[in-house]
């Protein structure tokens, strides 16, 4: 089983609340990222992360923020949610640049 | 634009066939993996084939790799009822590291 563990599973707020998605990993992998993706389409890179105190923007412009400031850790923030936000959320991880990524189960934002 | 794109977009089969699934890309690339991702759940891992490599296989799964028509096939022999996921290719353009990943076959096994 995948050891990259994200939560909330579900999640159901308000328009223009903040919310943070959590991502933890305990292989110790470097390199982390984020993922954007609607129901039945394909994924859009958001965020990603090289190491602690490192983030770049993906290529989907994306109104949300991270941070690494533990290794293990990768959360992801919306300071204010709007309907546009309604998602799935995956975050991943992998060993080294160039390799296989270990995916979490995934959140699913929904804004109402 | 997006670098990988998946064809078909859907498979339907019987338990025992075959599936082939295509992948085609745009630009050069260092390695191409091969995910699946069961209904709302994450992607898993399958296989990674590299630039340099033109074939590859885990169980029954055969992924080959043709850079010069910027295309990969994976082949599903035998399938099962629990191969029904949706399975997507996955390319770091030349240089990046990053991957981008395509919209997906949705793949059907019929028991």
């Known amino acids: 089983e995948a050891d990259i563990y994200q939560t909330p599973r579900y999640l159901v707020i308000g328009t223009g609340k903040k919310i943070t998605l959590e991502c933890s990993q305990t292989m110790g992998h470097d390199k982390m990222y984020w993922y954007q993706q609607d129901p039945g389409m394909e994924l859009h890179l958001i965020h990603y992360s090289y190491g602690v105190n490192s983030t770049e923007k993906g290529d989907l412009s994306s109104e949300s923020t991270v941070s690494r400031i533990r290794t293990e850790h990768f959360p992801l923030t919306l300071e204010s949610a709007r309907p546009s936000h309604t998602s799935q959320y995956l975050c991943?991880?992998?060993?080294?640049?160039?390799?296989?990524?270990?995916f979490g189960s995934g959140t699913r934002l929904t804004v109402v | 634009s997006q670098q990988g794109e998946e064809d078909p977009q859907a498979l339907s089969i019987q338990e025992g066939e075959n599936a082939t699934m295509n992948c085609s890309y745009k630009?050069?690339?260092?390695?191409l993996q091969w995910y699946r991702q069961n209904s709302g759940r994450g992607l898993v891992h399958l296989i990674l084939i590299r630039s340099n490599e033109r074939e590859k296989h885990s169980g029954r799964l055969r992924v080959t790799l043709d850079t010069s028509k910027k295309s990969s096939s994976l082949l599903i022999t035998a399938s099962r009822a629990a191969d029904t996921a949706s399975y997507f290719c996955?390319?770091?353009?030349?240089?990046?590291?990053?991957?981008?990943f395509g919209t997906g076959t949705r793949l059907k096994v019929l028991a």
């Open positions: 630009t050069s690339i260092n390695n």
């Open positions: 996955a390319t770091d353009a030349s240089g990046t590291y990053k991957y981008i």
């Open positions: 991943a991880s992998s060993e080294y640049t160039g390799g296989g990524y270990t």
